[in-house]
């Protein structure tokens, strides 16, 4: 059913799917979103979404089974403390995506924020996965337990950074996938790099140069045909890739195996028949892996 | 390109030219004192071995008669409790040490420990430290001639407590001749009596003593909380008592989960951990905690300092909002924070954020492990932010929005009382709790080795502690504290739990200096009304 959201309030918008769930709805065009909160929090079971304009803040929070696509960007916390389900985003999405969440998927077309992925964790038979289409700002994977973050870097341009700094601090589950379309130049320019030291003077600097841009809601919701251009690129400069650099004190970067194409192919494809996208050309990007050291990493901190 | 561990380490300290952040630590052993003597009388020892089997921390072993190693011994009493011929002593360690009052036995030991091992002093159970006690400087008033007291036994009182936010009026309409109310109530918690237990989770507590307690919880028609570790099946049925955490690691948060409960807690801060998180050990991650907290068995249980989604009062409205649209708004929703110097404005923006109860922890509040060091230094008294929060509610006009529980080293039914007197709506208590299921308080709960079947996950030390039995103790306890505040009220001359809450006037102060009476807005004994 479509409802226009037009000048309501997130609260009656919110009880009216509710009631029209309660009712048997399971199909909901929600028309003129612009910035209400928490669309499908805490919703359960088989139910789907489209959403036409910008949803706001905590998009799916809780939520446990449905499918959101959003024809636009979305804002901060999609899918905070997911269970399951699937949230497609045609544009760009804000900071703290997938906090905390245990299962489902996030597609994102675009790029992420800051804060992406901070305590997924796995469970049972549920494996959390988020794939990023652009870039993803700092501390992407922090405290990160368990599930998949993949970052595609699609649009990304030479000089532009594919991950923020802090990448997988904590981290002591899952893993994190990034792809460089054009390695070579980008681990050169600095890509790849992370800031050494928590304490490290130069941080904020950092930031305000060669830092990451944040998507604001204000973006194209269409990133833009970059697959063409970035597809063609060869994978180059593998061996400049600095373990350190990229994934911190906790964990560790290598490039990926066949395995591990083979593990992250499905949300590819998936990724691909979303925003109908060929898979070709996002193969043959340069993928590494990153993986925690320890699933105790604090286990050496105390007395005994 | 596989590298391990120490070459990474390695690597990427020479990589940025700077020392790494943690530098590599070895064991150096070094002599300590050992805390206990532990001595067994072998003219009365019956040599039945059950010292062996019962002590959790394998202190002792069996060579043609007890032998103890006294580097594992914690005091907890186990031992001596099972010792059928009452055999055995515990005494503290008289070793004589040149006695320095800067550098206490406590300061020499701790000392010690960290050169020998490099690492952070854990500590469990409530700051240790010979702070003051501000309950022991408060004294209640009683009646005398001119206002006749009442009597408990004669005459009904009323201890029923409601927790929530209460609406700024009440407008009454007319249907049909008939009185009611104009608008719908928010959602209110309601309790026998103005008493909580404290969130302890499944995982920092056993399953048998979560269970007794939320057991417990239901006879006495008052609220558990399941701290931040998920709903186990066994207590699922006490849910409908339970106050549900979400806190920063989000352990078997989901839909259900906060349905099932009565009212739902964001935990920003502990009173025994102010703004650190939570470090449940890998080891501890057993089949069925794992299944509770919903993450991978032998993991840690990481929870981040902050949680990453509130940085500001405006995110924690969108969180307290984003709950009660998961439970379309039929729960009450708690925010718990630890008592620190700003706690009065922290307040009022936890009560504008839309927060319908605060739960406000002490320093002194309990905790099954932190660091030593934060557990001892950081935070402030109850008593204080107690007294500084309702007063500041009060003069924003904002006190009806929220209830307040009060918590953190609440010892009896009279340091309940005088927490009502100050403003509290109701208090919390855990430390009270463990003792009445037959805790020692020998403070090692972070060993996970509890003797007692308490604080562990060791299935034959869990299988100690009889839920059953337990939840009797408990039950007794707040039999015992409600008769005693009943007691308490009618020598007061009142008859509800109402007629005290935040009535100062009916508290006086004993030596304690003029700023910290003031604070508590309490006059000294000796002044009349």
Known sequence: MQIDASNLHYR????????????????????????????????????????????????????????????GNAQDVVGNTMNSGRIIVHGHAGDVLGYGMRGGELLV??????????????????????????RAGDFLGEYMAGGLLIVLGLGLRPGQRLVGNWCATGMHGGSIYLRSPHAGSEVASGGF?????AKGPHAGSEVASGGFRRATSAGSPHAGSEVASAGGQRPTGQSELDSASVAGEFARAEPATGDDRDRIRPYLEAFCEAFALDLEPLLRGHFVRIAPLSHRPFGAKYAA | ??????????????????????????????????????????????????????????????????????????????????????????????????????????????????AETGGVLLAAMGNDLPYPVLWDNLLLDACQVTNPSIDPLREPMELRTFLGRKPDRVPLVSRQGELGLGEELPPALELETPLLFAAMSYGSISLPAQKAIAMAAEECGIMWNTGEGGLHPDVRPYAHR?????????????????????????????????????????????????????????????????????????????????????????????????????????????????????????????????????????????????????????????????????????????DAAKAIALGADAVAVGTAALLALGCTLCQRCYTGRCSWGITTQDPALTRRLDPYLGSQRLINLVRAWSAELEEILGAMGVNAIESLRGSRERLRTVGLDRPTADLLGVKPAGVGA
């Open chain 2, 242 to 414: 339970a106050f549900v955490q979400c806190a920063s690691g989000r352990f078997g948060v989901h839909a259900d989960y906060l349905n099932a409960g009565a009212a739902v807690e964001i935990k920003i801060g502990q009173g025994a951990k102010p703004g650190i998180g939570g470090h449940l050990p890998g080891e501890k991650v057993s089949q069925a905690i794992s299944e509770t907290r919903m993450i991978p068995v032998g993991s840690d249980a990481l929870s981040p300092a902050p949680q990453h989604d509130i940085y500001s009062i405006e995110d924690l409205r969108q969180l307290i909002y984003a709950l009660k649209e998961a439970t379309d708004y039929q729960k009450p929703v708690s925010v718990k924070i630890a008592a620190v110097h700003n706690v009065a404005a922290i307040a009022s923006g936890i009560v504008r954020a839309g927060a319908d109860i605060i739960y406000l922890d002490g320093f002194r509040g309990g905790t099954g492990a932190a660091p030593t060091i934060i557990r001892d230094h950081l935070g402030i008294p109850i008593e204080i932010a107690l007294a500084v929060v309702d007063q500041q509610l009060r003069e924003e006009g904002i006190r009806n929005q929220a209830s307040i529980i009060a918590a953190g080293g609440i010892r009896s039914s009279a």
């Open chain 2, 1 to 114: 390109m596989s590298r391990s561990p120490d070459q990474h380490t390695e690597l990427r300290a020479s990589s940025s030219g700077l020392p790494a952040r943690r530098n590599r630590t070895a064991r150096a052993p070094i002599y300590r004192p050992r805390d206990f003597l532990w001595e067994n009388d072998a003219e009365r020892c019956g040599r039945c071995k059950r010292c062996v089997q019962q002590c959790g921390f394998q202190a002792i072993s069996w060579e043609d008669g007890p032998v103890v190693d006294l580097a594992k011994c914690v005091g907890c009493h186990r031992c001596e409790a099972f010792c059928p011929q009452e055999a055995i002593t515990i005494r503290p360690n008289p070793q004589y040490f040149r006695p320095h009052p800067l550098w206490t036995e406590a300061h020499r030991r701790n000392l010690w420990l960290q």
């Open chain 1, 12 to 71: 009656d918008l919110n009880q009216r799917i509710r009631q029209e769930i309660a009712a048997g709805e399971k199909r909901f065009d929600l028309l003129n979103v612009n910035g209400q909160r928490y669309i499908a929090d805490g919703i359960r079971g088989d139910i789907e979404f489209d959403i036409h304009g910008v949803p706001g803040n905590d998009l799916g929070a809780f939520m446990d089974g449905p499918t959101i696509r959003v024809h």
């Open chain 1, 109 to 134: 077309r675009g790029d992420v924020g800051y804060r992406v992925g901070i305590h997924m964790k796995a469970f049972g038979e549920r494996q959390p996965v988020v794939v990023a289409g652009g």
């Open chain 1, 193 to 197: 790099r992370r800031a050494t030291s």
